[in-house]
């Protein structure tokens, strides 16, 4: 959501950022819709005023014994006109929110322009990707293979896009996700939480995901959605809430499942792991104040960062173009994995600075120590890690030549010093 004052103020850059995004200027409409909207509020202003001051005098002349019927009548009309004009402002009202509601974040300046992954730039890369003496097969088929991956039965159970993990893989997986949260927590400062995975509209507005992406995500028949990450139900936890500017930052990390329709996916990794219906994931988030996100961006990657670094893995960093970038993001980092089987770097977190954008939509605020008034906080969120991502990364890059898999050195305390599987 924006701020009609800034777009007031500065038309040409808001339709430049919304250009960027590949978006068609939108200040003239929105401008010519606040305008009326602004006209209507003050004519309704000047019938209430109106309409107060005539019953005072209706009172005045009423105590005098004189005739007020002319002053009644018209107290009648304006009225009618003042419900009128309140019908209208609430019409303005919602016209402009879901104009609003509907426009993807500005972007910061140095996102490279571009439509797609084509224009992302690789900004560094860590460590090396492993060499082998036989021919690296993907997760799926290392999972298989050990009978421990289990896709037909996941399928007559849901469908398509769903996995039954067994034995030495789900403790795997259930490893890295225990290791992740104990870096997160006790080395980084995030305090843990076990949040609801079903929310109601409001709370996916707030975030971005309604009324836009509603497609992506799954609705119950009595209206909760399913999370499709916990950033959904952490960000939102300062919902209509004003903090402390000593409050500030607040990191908060999650673990759970996360639900997606994988609308518009058809065709796309449909052998695996990579793009599931349900999947877990550890999501990191700070609400920060507006001097310190841009610092905290570069903080979280860095977090997220760690968990692939000490598990080893090759990965290389990539900075978005505004047409790869989430709808609330201004500015977006991922990292990408190393997949020996595939070949190629699959993206395992997405780390992004919101700005304000999720605030507005929230009413979250803080009060600063100095001045009046309060002020908007901002939002980010990065995934550290995705878990059933990682778990592919591991497989890949620690196979073994026997079709075993080689537990790396910081997972190995986790699962009772077992140096591999299979």
């Known amino acids: 959501m924006y701020d009609l004052r800034w777009i007031r103020d500065n038309p040409d850059a808001f ?39 005539l019953s005072k005098q209706i009172g005045a002349a009423k105590s ?44 910061e300046d140095g996102v490279p322009v571009g439509a797609d992954e084509d224009a992302n730039q ?15 097969k993907q997760h799926f088929e290392i999972g298989e293979a050990l009978g421990l991956m289990d896709f037909d039965t996941a399928a007559k ?15 795997l ?16 400062g995030y305090t843990e939480t076990s949040p609801p995975l079903l929310v109601r509209a409001h ?25 499709p990450t916990a950033e959904m139900v952490l960000t939102n936890v300062v919902r209509e809430n004003v903090l402390a500017e000593d409050d500030l930052p607040l ?69 978005l173009s505004t047409g790869d970038m989430g709808f609330a993001a201004q500015k977006t980092y991922d990292l990408e994995a190393w997949l020996p089987g595939q070949d190629s770097y699959r993206e395992i977190s997405s780390c992004s600075n919101c700005g304000d954008f999720q605030a507005r939509r929230m009413e979250a605020r803080y009060k600063p ?20 991502r990682t778990l592919i990364a591991v497989l890949e890059n620690y196979q073994l030549a026997d079709g075993g898999v080689a537990v790396p050195a910081v997972l190995q305390p986790y699962l009772g010093g077992q140096t591999r599987i299979g």
Do not use: W
């Open 15 to 53: 339709d430049a950022g919304l250009g960027r995004r590949d978006v068609a200027p939108q200040a003239a409409a929105i401008l010519k819709l606040d305008a009326e909207a602004r006209a209507n509020r003050t004519a309704l202003q000047e019938a209430q005023n109106r309409r107060n001051e």
């Open 64 to 107: 005098k014994g004189g005739d007020a019927d002319g002053l009644i009548a018209e107290v009648g009309e304006l009225k009618s006109r003042v419900q009128d004009g309140e019908e209208k402002e609430r019409g303005f009202t919602q016209s402009l929110r879901e104009l609003l509601s509907g426009l993807p974040n500005q972007p």
């Open 122 to 136: 690789e900004l560094r890369q860590h460590g090396e990707a492993p060499a082998f003496d036989f021919a690296p």
């Open 157 to 171: 159970l849901s469908g398509s896009r769903f996995v039954l993990l067994r034995g030495e893989l789900a403790r």
């Open 173 to 188: 997986e259930r490893a890295l996700a225990a290791f992740m949260l104990d870096v997160h927590t006790g080395e980084f």
């Open 203 to 227: 709370t996916a507005f707030g975030t971005g995901n309604l009324p836009k992406f509603e497609e992506d995500l799954f609705k119950t028949e009595d209206g909760f959605y399913l999370i």
């Open 251 to 319: 990191r908060q990390v999650a673990y759970t499942p996360c639900f997606r329709s994988e609308a518009g996916a058809a065709g796309k990794d449909t052998r695996g792991m990579l793009r599931q219906h349900q999947f877990n994931k550890v999501e990191l988030v700070s609400i920060t104040h507006p001097d310190e996100s841009m610092a905290e961006h570069e903080r979280m990657t860095e977090c997220a960062e760690q968990i692939l670094q000490r598990l080893g893995l090759h990965y290389r960093v990539m900075l």
């Open 369 to 388: 120590k100095q001045g009046k008034g309060t002020r908007f906080v901002h939002t980010l969120n990065g995934s550290g890690l995705a878990v059933g």
